[in-house]
């Protein structure tokens, strides 16, 4: 499940830049309106799960669902050849993915006796299924190549998201059980359906600097999901997809020493290393 959960998105999001402008000959701003489909996603995704997952559907069911509609989103995705019409089913995948991410998170919570013990090995496997996706893109059917490009090649990592969407959505279908919680009686408040209730921890100052600080490190991050893969086939990067992965792999390492740290330096002084390093990377990046 995790696995194609992130095969799906990486399998198409990094390169979205580079088909955009070699494929369907965006413009800078039509680019950025795509890639801001996911933070749209992002902020719709709770009234989907909060209204609608948490109190009516079993996870699993939802999620094959959305995976399913998801498919047939890439599909047409693949199938269109102007950004007029790819803007709004993009947009509209991006508001049914998004909240498949908080839906396997609960599947596997769920499902598991100790998740803070288990969790991060089943998290790993998505890792390992963005990794999987960016090395096919480059080194399995060459979609980012030069001759790839200048074909229209790389419009086929959408078909190929595709297909792993169906099959996850099927698959979903089969998993454990993971009915809403909901108690007897309980009488549903808007705030709590819609996630507000979680603002009460800003009162707290380090849950506060925390929230800000993951605000913050994440902006650059956007910067570098929308440019990077476009800037590396621009100055003709061989396998460019294939080696962006490379961060992925260190994510790999590290989030296996993550119990070493948190054992050494405690989680506070981990955090902070963790930023440090992210400020670094996009410094480095700059130069």
């Known amino acids: 499940m995790m696995f194609l959960e992130f095969f799906v998105w990486g399998g198409w999001f990094v390169t979205l830049g580079s088909y955009l402008a070699s494929t369907l000959h965006a413009s800078g701003a039509q680019t950025a309106l795509a890639y801001s489909t996911q933070s749209w996603g992002a902020i719709i995704a709770p009234f989907i799960v909060g209204l609608i997952a948490d109190r009516y559907f079993n996870a699993e069911r939802l999620l094959g669902a959305i995976h399913i509609a998801g498919g047939l989103l890439l599909y047409a995705l693949f199938s269109t050849r102007h950004f007029q019409a790819f ?57 980012d190549s030069r001759g790839g490009l200048a074909r229209g090649l790389l419009g086929k990592t959408f078909l190929m998201s595709s297909i792993a969407s169906l099959v996850l959505g099927l698959y979903s279908f ?58 590396l086939t621009e100055i ?36 902070l290393l963790g930023m440090f390093a992210w400020a670094a990377r996009y410094s480095w990046r700059s130069c």
């Not at 996706?133 to 060459?142: D, N, V």
């Not at 009488?187 to 925390?210: C, I, K, T, Y």
């Open 87 to 143: 803007y709004p089913c993009v947009l509209a995948y991006m508001i049914l993915y998004m909240p498949t991410l908080a839906l396997v998170n609960t599947i596997s919570f769920r499902q598991m006796d100790e998740p803070a013990r288990h969790f991060g090995s089943v998290r790993l496997w998505g890792t390992i299924g963005w990794i999987v996706a960016g090395l096919l893109i480059s080194y399995g059917f060459a979609w």
């Open 174 to 231: 089969t998993l454990p059980r993971t009915p809403p919680l909901r108690e007897p009686g309980e009488s549903p408040r808007l705030g709590r359906l819609l996630g507000l209730d979680a603002l009460a921890l800003l009162r707290h100052r380090n849950f506060a600097v925390f929230f800000v600080s993951s605000i913050l490190i994440c902006i650059p991050l956007a910067f570098y999901y929308q440019n990077a893969n476009q800037f």
């Open 236 to 271: 003709h990067v061989a396998n460019a997809t294939g080696k962006q992965t490379i961060g992925q792999m260190s994510e790999v390492a590290f989030m296996l020493l993550i119990p070493v740290f948190l054992k050494t330096f405690g989680m506070k002084t981990t955090l």
